[in-house]
């Protein structure tokens, strides 16, 4: 059975949390890639982001809706929401629009379990990390390969 080491991407794009949004931008365009891991000192997980995260911030906030009574104000959306949208659309670094709860494997994970995480995580790529770093990644083209081997 295939593992994620036979099918992984060994050559790894990635960023860093400081990257800045524009740096970001150049390098989807560049690299062609839709998803990077994001990492630390020493190549440790720290984060992913994906075309759609920048793509997010070019999109009209949302003001929530508000109801006034006796001088009250109640909302009825979350006030957090509302702030974590703010914070996004004005982020001038990968830290502040990268997705942190990253699902992951090991270079030993069978396809069919990465396949799984991709389906139940809505992933589109899943970094293989070993000993806490970033050895690899597996996007779904590569999946998309292993099946026609």
Same mark, same amino acid.
């Given at each position: ?5 036979? +099918? ?8 860093? &949390?400081?990257?800045? @949004?524009? =740096? ?13 891991? #994001? #990492?630390? =000192?020493?190549?440790? !997980?720290?984060?992913? %982001? ?16 508000? +109801? ?7 909302? !009825? /959306?979350? $006030? ?8 996004? +659309?004005?982020? /001038?670094? %990968?830290? $502040?629009?990268?997705? $942190?709860?990253? *699902?992951?494997?090991? &270079? =030993?994970?069978? *396809? &069919?379990?990465?396949?799984? !995480?991709?389906?139940?995580? /809505? ?5 293989? %990390?070993? /000993? ?8 779904? !083209?590569?999946? @998309? ?5």
């Amino acid at each position: 059975m295939l593992k994620a080491k036979d +099918i992984m991407t060994r050559e790894v794009i990635s960023v860093t &949390p400081d990257t800045r @949004i524009e =740096e970001l931008a150049r390098l989807f365009m560049e690299k062609g890639v839709n998803a990077m891991p #994001v #990492v630390t =000192e020493g190549d440790k !997980l720290f984060g992913i %982001v994906t075309e759609t995260d920048l793509v997010a911030q070019d999109r009209p906030l949302h003001i929530p809706t508000v +109801i006034n009574i006796f001088d009250w104000v109640i909302y !009825l /959306q979350s $006030q957090k929401d509302f702030a974590e949208e703010v914070a996004k +659309i004005t982020a /001038q670094t %990968v830290e $502040q629009i990268c997705a $942190q709860d990253v *699902v992951s494997c090991d &270079p =030993e994970t069978p *396809v &069919p379990q990465i396949a799984q !995480l991709m389906t139940e995580n /809505q992933a589109h790529l899943i970094p293989v %990390v070993e /000993q806490g770093r970033v050895v690899g990644v597996v996007a779904r !083209l590569d999946i @998309i390969r292993a099946m026609g081997k």
